[in-house]
C-alpha cells in the first residue's frame, strides 16, 4: 500500500499566518493516464471532511483561495495563505492513484 | 444539492456484523462511485471500499474477506456490511461520493459505531 507521510503533525499558528503541510508518497502518485490523484481534505471539528484540492493543485469550488497545493510524484504541499480561525481543523492528504486508496495520518491546526 | 446520510446502529457486539445504510439524495448513485471510509478514534482514516455506478465493487485488501458493500437503486440507498466485528473495528463512519477527477466530493455526516460487548 502506498504510505502518506504528513508533516507536522500538529502546527499553531496565529490568525493571519502563512502556513504549509506536506506530504509525502511512498511512491509516485503519477497516474498512466497523467494525472496525479493527491487531493486535500479539512475535517473541522464534529464536521465531515471537506475536499479542499484535487488533482494536486485545482481548488474545489466554493473553498477560499487561500488555501493552495504544489507538488509533483512524491512530495506535495498544501499553503494556507493567511490563517483564518475557521481553518483550524484536521489536515488530510488523501491519494487515489493506486488502489488501496489511502490516507495521510493528519495534520492538526490550531490556533497559537 | 447533493446529500449523503448514514444510519445503523451504534453499537455492535464482538463477532457480530455491522450493518449501516447511506442515504442520497440530490443524485442518482447510477452515476459516479460510492464509498465507506471509517476514522478510527485518533486521527487514522481508511478507505473501505466502493460501489460503482454499474454496480460493481472494489474493497481494501485489509477487509476484503469481511466486507461486502450492494446497494438498492430504487432507494438510492447503498449499503456497508462488515463481518465478524472485533474492538478495532470501533471507528466513526462515513459514506462519501467518490468521482474520478475530483475524488470525495460529499460526505455524510457519519456514524460513530463502537464494538463491544
Known amino acids: 500500500d502506498v504510505v502518506l507521510t504528513q508533516t507536522p503533525p500538529t502546527l499553531s499558528a496565529t490568525i493571519g499566518q502563512s502556513v504549509s503541510i506536506s506530504c509525502r508518497s511512498s511512491?509516485?502518485?503519477?497516474?498512466?493516464?497523467?494525472?496525479?490523484?493527491l487531493n486535500w481534505l479539512l475535517q473541522r471539528p464534529g464536521q465531515p471532511p471537506q475536499l479542499l484540492i484535487y488533482?494536486?493543485?485545482r481548488l474545489e469550488s466554493g473553498v477560499p483561495n487561500r488555501f493552495s497545493g504544489s507538488g509533483s510524484g512524491t512530495d506535495f504541499t498544501l499553503k494556507i495563505s493567511g490563517v483564518e480561525a475557521e481553518d483550524l481543523g484536521v489536515y488530510y492528504c488523501v491519494q487515489s492513484t493506486h488502489a488501496p486508496w489511502t490516507f495521510g495520518g493528519g495534520t492538526k491546526l490550531e490556533l497559537k | 444539492e447533493v446529500q449523503l446520510q448514514e444510519s445503523g446502529p451504534g453499537l455492535v457486539k464482538p463477532s457480530q456484523s455491522l450493518s449501516l445504510t447511506c442515504s442520497v439524495t440530490g443524485y442518482s448513485i447510477t452515476s459516479n462511485y460510492w464509498g465507506w471510509i471509517r476514522k478510527f478514534p485518533g486521527n487514522k482514516m481508511e478507505w473501505m471500499g466502493y460501489i460503482s455506478y454499474s454496480g460493481s465493487t472494489s474493497y481494501n485488501p485489509s477487509l476484503k474477506s469481511r466486507i461486502s458493500i450492494t446497494r438498492d437503486t430504487s432507494k438510492n440507498q447503498f449499503f456497508l456490511q462488515l463481518n465478524s466485528v472485533t474492538t478495532e473495528d470501533t471507528a466513526t463512519y462515513y459514506c462519501?461520493?467518490?468521482?474520478?477527477?475530483?475524488?470525495?466530493?460529499?460526505w455524510g455526516q457519519g456514524v460513530m459505531v463502537t464494538v463491544s460487548s
Open positions: 511512491q509516485s502518485l503519477l497516474h498512466s493516464n497523467g494525472n496525479t490523484y
Open positions: 462519501a461520493r467518490y468521482r474520478g477527477i475530483t475524488g470525495f466530493d460529499y
Open positions: 488533482l494536486v493543485s
